[in-house]
């Protein structure tokens, strides 16, 4: 048996090492840290509650709109607060306009670049990938960043600027758009929508989402050459990697639910496990456990967030088997993924469930899911752009209470978030954030139950004299770690 | 070609994000055409693992020639010292012991955000981590290199404030070092790059008329000035916000809330809630740069007697009621 310890990595939206254990080329078993603590739950008791809108956002650069909309949703849920219909439109085309950006992001920028690494110069498709996909100077990035840039002007005009906005109110939006600014979204959203169409699918988006089934997917990718399509080229990569063997977890998936409509949510709220189906979530059996992470307090009592607690000492940081500032959420005791498939197999999409069913959740299934959210999403942001009202109010300022509980859930690009928080006389008394990476790259925990990325690494093939193995790269950027979220 | 080596720290990865941001033209053209060769940045590069530690190493032996230096994020000293608070992933190494190494070898050393520059929200309330900036801790000079450190290019460290950064403020501070060798007296008494920091956020600001008039709001989403109620520190904050405009044609004003100031060392810690303005007697404590403090007092309550009723009405709407009268040159 050889031990590797691989980091810092890069392309994960904060620090990461990881120690390997390897045995006959393959990884035994996998050890995740967190590198990073800087305690944004103790900084914030004592704050005024209100003043979390200004805390939050800054939790992550990445999901900080998520951050904001899950802070507003737990102020409004404490003080109940109902959202405005424009609220609720604006808050949903701020969380779209954030998580697709990730989306693309991350499959160009992040998870592509390392298809391009010298390893794989002996491979047919190596050269054309190189030159498309080489992380700083391939073509793709050439286009992409422009798109995105672009595409978040959706920011510009409804949130200020991004990341770190204060427009997101419990009760709705500080922004009231006007009739030439709603006329501008509507510009730019199909301006996205084009770009989306003409590079990653090759295909008009209506065509995409008739997807319904493994064989309708297969037919689509058959019908052009490869490098037709940014989405056709990562599957003929899949294939040809195999890449659906790669990064297996349990398959327990998670989704909090997101972009609601006068209470209903188009993406539903539950949990998918391989022996039970679709179920509901059971809030109340969420907690905490901090057996395995550099934390004080009762390593054998893992709590649920409403009485949860994080606090870090010298000692703590010396703790006998811990090895992560992270802590390890747990549900009913068990390890839950979370993330795009998650909210595609929970919301009842016809191809993912045939796709979980005959793979599982694997480093291929993650990538379709998070592109095909795309597809998915950008037709709704046009809906909803279409339906802002400029004769309604976008805000419904009604004070807060001085005294209560709240929580706020929401789905950041990466999966599901959740904010809980308490308030004494106007101020907070207890805060505690999970966010998505949170779940996905938690340390094991009391029963030495491995996280689910430490569980998807196991078996992970690493090639004679690899320092930093690439099958461990595919891995761990399958699941668009959000790291700088993931301890906060 | 010059060298640019990012690293990032007790900060939440928001000022690459804007960075990626920059348009016209994008971030890789505008570094490439500048003559900036991106060593390694975490987020963009190729290079992981022993790939990473190998460019870092030689920097430090004095094989490769770091030009430039970023970072991002607060400096984590703790706990005791020990910065173990961020240990740099796969090396074992504090990533303050890291940032002292580099800084030593850099020609420029940039603080990005107001984290590295001054310690920003990771070091509100107690301070648990014992975060600081790089030479700045609030508004104190030290930090963790000392308030005695110069770069190669005998530069303290340059802070190009915010939280986050506006991309082109980066962009142009990054093209300057390279084209036109800057002196001290191209940053201000905080260290920030100048060509952003000479101006205020008041500068531009759509609802100068409302400010003219005393016109406020009184709750997120009105048109009014936000300086009287709602906290806004757009008069006294040192950005050009209003005239450069954030993602195409954003800023904080302009989507309805206050500016909180945060290109300004301890913006973290308004000692009062964000969004209410706090108030001695009615007027404000804040009054803005440069205004003698009778003078405020007196043209303000003659500008609220003279409030035309259009302002007075739409400062209180989500939404204009009522739009300027027009003016004929012909009378009927």
């Given at each position: 048996m050889s031990r590797l310890l691989v980091g810092p990595f890069n392309r994960v939206e904060g620090d990461l090492d990881i120690a390997l254990e390897v045995e006959n080329n393959r990884v035994t078993s996998a050890k995740v840290n967190s590198t990073l603590y800087r305690g944004f739950e103790q900084i914030l008791i004592g704050k005024r509650a209100i003043d979390a809108l200004v805390y939050t956002p800054r939790i992550c650069g990445i999901c900080s709109i998520s951050q904001s909309i899950a802070c507003a949703r737990a102020l409004a849920d404490l003080s109940n607060i109902a959202i405005t219909a424009n609220g609720e439109r604006s808050h949903n085309l701020l969380l779209a306009n954030e998580s697709l950006t990730d989306l693309l992001t991350h499959f160009y920028l992040f998870f592509m670049p390392d298809f391009a690494r010298d390893i794989y110069r002996e491979k047919s498709w190596y050269d054309a990938t190189k030159k498309r996909f080489k992380a700083v100077e391939g073509e793709a990035t050439k286009t992409v960043l422009p798109a995105r840039a672009k595409f978040l002007h959706v920011m510009g005009v409804?949130?200020?600027?991004?990341?770190?906005?204060?427009?997101?109110?419990?009760?709705?939006?500080?922004?009231?758009?006007?009739?030439?600014e709603r006329l501008r979204l509507l510009a730019t959203l199909a301006d996205f929508r084009s770009f989306l169409e003409n590079t990653l699918f090759g295909d008009n988006l209506d065509n995409i989402n008739a997807i319904q089934s493994i064989s309708d997917f297969e037919h689509w990718i058959n019908q052009e050459d490869y490098t037709q399509s940014d989405l056709r080229w990562f599957m003929h990569l899949s294939r040809d990697l195999e890449l659906s063997t790669f990064g297996r977890t349990d398959s327990q998936l998670l989704s909090y639910g997101n972009f609601t409509e006068d209470k209903a949510s188009l993406i539903k709220r539950g949990i998918w496990t391989p022996a039970n189906g679709l179920q509901n979530l059971p809030?109340?059996?969420?907690?905490?456990?901090?057996?395995?992470?550099?934390?004080?307090?009762?390593?054998?009592k893992a709590l649920h967030p409403t009485v949860g607690a994080t606090d870090v000492s010298l000692q703590s940081s010396e703790?006998?088997?811990a090895y992560s500032w992270c802590k390890a959420p747990r549900l009913d005791g068990d390890v839950f993924e979370t993330g795009a498939l998650a909210r595609a197999v929970i919301s009842g999409n016809p191809l993912f469930n045939e796709l979980i069913h005959s793979q599982g959740a694997n480093v291929n299934t993650r990538v379709i899911a998070r592109l095909l959210e795309l597809a998915k999403i950008v037709p709704e942001m046009q809906r909803w752009a279409t339906e802002l009202d400029i004769t309604e109010p976008y805000c419904n300022n009604k004070p807060m209470l001085a005294d209560g509980q709240g929580v706020g859930l929401t789905e950041a690009a990466r999966g599901s978030l959740g904010h809980w928080i308490e308030v004494k006389d106007n101020h907070i008394s207890r805060y505690q954030i999970i966010a998505p990476t949170t779940w996905n790259f938690s340390p094991r925990d009391i029963d030495n139950k491995p996280g689910a990325l430490e569980k998807s690494l196991e078996g992970a093939p690493v090639q004679n004299g690899e320092k930093d193995p690439v099958s461990v790269q595919h891995i761990v950027r399958s699941f668009d770690p959000c790291m700088v979220c993931t301890v906060h | 070609m010059a060298?640019?080596?990012?690293?990032?720290?007790?900060?939440?990865?928001?000022?690459?994000?804007?960075?990626?941001?920059?348009?016209?033209?994008?971030?890789m053209s505008t570094l490439k055409n500048a003559g900036i060769n991106l060593l390694w940045h975490p987020s963009l590069s190729e290079e992981t693992g022993a790939e990473v530690r190998d460019i870092l190493e030689k920097i430090i032996d004095g094989t490769l020639t770091l030009d430039i230096l970023c970072v991002e994020g607060a400096l984590l000293r703790g706990p005791h010292g020990t910065g173990r608070y961020h240990i740099f992933g796969g090396t074992g190494i504090p990533m303050i012991d890291w940032v002292e190494q580099l800084s030593k070898k850099a020609n420029y050393t940039l603080a990005i955000g107001?984290?590295?520059?001054?310690?920003?929200?990771?070091?509100?309330?107690?301070?648990?981590?014992?975060?600081?900036?790089?030479?700045?801790?609030?508004?104190?000079?030290?930090g963790l290199l000392g308030s005695e450190f110069t770069s190669q290019k005998a530069m303290p460290v340059i802070n190009v404030a915010g939280c986050p950064v506006h991309p082109d403020w980066v962009t142009e501070t990054l093209m300057s070092l390279v084209i036109d060798n800057p002196s001290e007296e191209d940053f201000d008494e905080f260290t920030r790059p100048r060509l952003y920091t000479d101006q205020l956020v008041h500068h531009g600001c759509t609802r100068n008329e409302y400010y003219e008039y005393k016109a406020s709001a009184e709750q997120p989403g009105e048109l009014g000035c936000m300086m009287e109620h709602m906290g806004c520190l757009g008069t006294q904050a040192h950005a050009d916000c209003n005239t450069r405009l954030w993602n195409g044609q954003g800023s904080c004003t302009r989507a309805g809330y206050a500016?909180?100031?945060?290109?300004?060392?301890?913006?973290?810690?308004?000692?009062?809630?964000?969004?209410?303005?706090?108030?001695?007697?009615?007027?404000?404590?804040?009054?803005?740069?440069?205004?003698p403090k009778a003078w405020f007092v007196a043209l303000a309550s003659l500008s609220k007697a003279a409030t035309p009723e259009r302002l007075k009405h739409n400062a209180r709407s989500e939404q204009l009621i009522y739009p300027p009268t027009l003016h004929k040159k012909n009378k009927s």
């Open positions: 409804m949130a200020g600027r991004w990341p770190h906005t204060l427009c997101i109110q419990p009760g709705g939006s500080s922004k009231a758009i006007s009739r030439h809030l109340d059996k969420i907690t905490e456990d901090i057996s395995h992470s550099w934390m004080d307090g009762d390593a054998k703790k006998p088997d | 060298n640019l080596l990012w690293l990032q720290s007790g900060g939440c990865g928001g000022c690459t994000m804007s960075l990626l941001n920059a348009e016209n033209p994008d971030l107001s984290c590295a520059a001054f310690g920003g929200v990771t070091t509100a309330s107690d301070n648990i981590t014992d975060a600081t900036g790089l030479q700045f801790e609030g508004e104190l000079r030290g500016c909180i100031n945060c290109t300004a060392p301890e913006f973290e810690e308004p000692r009062h809630s964000f969004t209410e303005t706090p108030k001695i007697a009615g007027i404000p404590v804040g009054l803005p740069t440069d205004m």
